[in-house]
């Protein structure tokens, strides 16, 4: 099975696929941002860097959604490839930090991956508010996110909340980060495995 964690920066997102990895067993993917060549200048310089960075995930993504798919683990995944066509890259398009031309030839190529691949099993969308996203980025410390804006955060909030509104590709379970402390409570953890056992239930009964 193909499991996969959607969510906004600083959703925890990689604290909740280690987490869940753990307690099933399942083996883990992670968007590795610290070997990303293009992060730290995309956050410097958005918008000439912003069709190279997201050029980088899809073709990375892609290779993991491959990889997934050809073995035989159950695999729990950090993000998923639809975030980036669906929220990043129109987000980058739209505050004119891509060009029409550069989001069009992103756009075509996405598509044509998407149809040599398969949508996740299960989707676990974590929802939070920009405060609880502040909070979290900060928390971590990681130097290049310093430079995210407020506003940035906002915008990408509202493009994940049109798209899990209309998703329909799969099973879907949303997590309010705002009141769901994972990290910390083992009570709040054990809300979501007991959502998630409801439907992988369903999933085995297929």
Same mark, same amino acid.
């Given at each position: 099975?193909?499991?996969?964690?959607?969510?906004?920066?600083?959703?925890?997102?990689?604290?909740?696929?280690?987490?869940?990895?753990?307690?099933?067993?399942?083996?883990?993917?992670?968007?590795?941002?610290?070997?990303?060549?293009?992060?730290?200048?995309?956050?410097?310089?958005?918008?000439?860097?912003?069709?190279?960075?997201?050029?980088?995930?899809?073709?990375?993504?892609?290779?993991?959604?491959?990889?997934?798919?050809?073995?035989?683990?159950?695999?729990?995944?950090?993000?998923?490839?639809?975030?980036?066509?669906?929220?990043?890259?129109?987000?980058?398009?739209?505050?004119?930090?891509?060009?029409?031309?550069?989001?069009?030839?992103?756009?075509?190529?996405?598509?044509?991956?998407?149809?040599?691949? @398969? +949508?996740? &099993? *299960?989707?676990?969308?974590?929802? #939070?508010?920009?405060?609880? !996203?502040?909070?979290?980025?900060? /928390?971590?410390?990681?130097?290049?996110?310093?430079?995210?804006?407020?506003?940035?955060?906002?915008?990408?909030?509202?493009?994940?909340?049109?798209?899990?509104?209309?998703?329909?590709?799969?099973?879907?379970?949303?997590?309010?980060?705002?009141?769901?402390?994972?990290?910390? @409570? +083992?009570? &709040? *953890?054990?809300?979501?495995?007991? #959502?998630?056992?409801?439907? !992988?239930?369903?999933?085995?009964? /297929?």
């Amino acid at each position: 099975m193909h499991i996969a964690i959607a969510g906004n920066i600083g959703s925890g997102k990689t604290t909740l696929t280690s987490l869940l990895a753990k307690h099933y067993k399942w083996h883990p993917h992670f968007e590795d941002a610290d070997d990303n060549p293009y992060l730290n200048d995309f956050y410097e310089d958005m918008q000439r860097w912003s069709f190279n960075l997201q050029v980088y995930f899809l073709n990375s993504r892609f290779s993991q959604i491959l990889d997934i798919r050809k073995g035989n683990k159950t695999v729990i995944q950090d993000r998923t490839i639809y975030e980036d066509a669906y929220i990043f890259a129109p987000n980058l398009h739209s505050m004119g930090l891509m060009t029409t031309r550069d989001f069009d030839n992103y756009f075509s190529l996405f598509k044509l991956m998407e149809g040599l691949v @398969k +949508a996740p &099993d *299960l989707l676990i969308y974590l929802r #939070a508010s920009v405060p609880t !996203l502040v909070k979290q980025i900060q /928390k971590r410390g990681r130097d290049y996110e310093n430079a995210i804006r407020l506003d940035y955060l906002k915008r990408l909030n509202e493009r994940y909340e049109a798209w899990i509104s209309t998703y329909e590709s799969g099973r879907l379970v949303i997590i309010d980060v705002d009141v769901n402390n994972f990290s910390e @409570k +083992a009570e &709040d *953890l054990g809300k979501i495995i007991n #959502a998630i056992e409801g439907e !992988l239930h369903g999933l085995f009964k /297929k």
